[in-house]
């Protein structure tokens, strides 16, 4: 039997057709690295026989920024088909793939479309949410797949489920951001904290969410993605210096190297980052439009 965790992830696309700028995943620095469906699938090769997630997320950036997105959900359906599967979007691009329902279906892959509504969202952001929406719960009605809206500041959580022909909903409190750095590109930097690695991964969001990264697995999307900045930007600020020293484990990870990968808990690494000490944030840009370098 292989090692289980609860939950791994894996970037369809680094870039993003929006700017948030609290993006733990760091996407709204219009990252041009591409996904392929080969790395995609050699990435399965490795850790399908290393590792089994009760859930598997396709994420990004945003999934549907890849032309080749349809291939990847379709790789994964196949690879992963004893995990609980979904993809987070943004939802702004789902009216391309009129064939995105029937292969959701197949797989039984969990629709996820997450709200970036902001204090500064303008009508154009929410004109094409809504109809993102609207499209997406028409599947749920023509197709019977599974659908989530996951929601913040003035948008709830809502799950839409279709159980015999008959859409069954269920409103949760809206979700709130939290921003870990500052500045931007790279004057990016993360604020001086406490050393406390317990503090800050018993606060963390992120540590329920491994990410598969260049065949590696990382322990949070900050220490994969910040790879990114790193190759765009070149050095960055002394600050995030910290992030460089982590070790992911590697392709070639015996099985107790994973079980050790899984339980590790708290590190060095969690010591400097600022989970413990964020308050909740509310965006005032426009989601919509992109910051210019």
Known sequence: MLPKIDRLE?????????????????????????????EIQEAYEIWTKKIFP????LIGGEPFMNKSILEIIDLTG?????????ITTNGLLLYKYPELPSLLKKYDIL??????????????????????????????EEYGID???????????????????????KEEPPLQWVKQYDGFGSTIKIPNVEWDPVGNWNACSAKTCPQIYNNHLYKCAPL????????????????????????????????????????????????????????????THDPMKLRKE
């Not at 760091?26 to 080969?38: G, Q």
């Not at 196949?78 to 995990?83: D, P």
């Open 54 to 57: 009760v859930r598997f997320g």
């Open 147 to 169: 659908l989530n809206i996951v929601g913040n500041i003035n948008y709830p959580f809502v799950r839409y489920k279709n159980i015999n022909g008959k859409i069954i909903s």
């Open 224 to 283: 994969a993605y910040a790879l990114l900045l790193e190759e765009k930007y070149g050095k960055l600020d002394p600050s995030i210096d910290w992030v460089f020293e982590y070790s992911p484990l590697s392709p070639q990870a015996t099985e107790e190297e994973v079980w050790n990968f899984i339980n590790v808990g708290p590190e060095n690494v969690c010591g400097k980052c600022p989970s413990k000490n964020v308050v909740p944030f509310y965006p």
């Open 10 to 38: 894996i970037h369809a696309a680094h870039s993003c057709n929006l700017y948030c700028e609290q993006c733990s995943h760091f996407s709204d620095h219009n990252i041009n690295k591409a996904v392929t469906c080969e």
């Open 78 to 86: 196949k690879y992963w088909k004893e995990s609980q599967l979904d």
């Open 111 to 140: 629709l996820q479309i997450s709200s970036h509504h902001s204090l500064g969202s303008t009508k154009e952001y929410d004109d094409k949410f809504s109809e993102s929406v609207s499209l997406a719960i028409s599947w749920v």
